[in-house]
């Protein structure tokens, strides 16, 4: 799978929020959380507490998309949606197999040598 194969997974699972986006919004949102994903936090975390821990991916994103691009009211919370949207695909993503959790390592290591 590569990462393009992700973005079409997210896209897939997205309501009709991802339309007013945009492909290449939710790709690049997508990748953001792929580059914040925590995995030893997500590995020691027992899974009824996964939402604390994509709550503050999805909480750090937004306040991060707001500062660089100064966001209306009715925007930032429709992006803060959206991106809530696409931590959850992330993590269902992440939980159907332990193959999809070593290749998002790989994803984050090639991002971190950019």
Not at 31 to 46: D, E, G, I, L
Request: aromatic share 8%.
């Amino acid at each position: 799978m590569s990462l393009e194969d992700l973005d079409a997974y997210v896209w897939s699972k997205l309501s009709a929020r991802r339309h007013m986006a945009g492909k290449a919004l939710v790709s690049r949102l997508a990748h953001r959380v792929v580059r914040k994903w925590p995995h030893v936090a997500m590995s020691q975390t027992r899974p009824e507490q996964y939402g604390i821990v994509t709550d503050e991916i999805a909480r750090s994103i937004e306040r991060s998309e707001r500062q660089n691009y100064q966001m209306g009211i009715i925007l930032t919370l429709v992006l803060g949606v959206l991106i809530q949207e696409i931590v959850k695909a992330v993590l269902r993503w992440w939980l159907e197999s332990a193959s999809n959790r070593i290749q998002l390592l790989g994803w984050q290591t090639e991002m971190r040598k950019r």
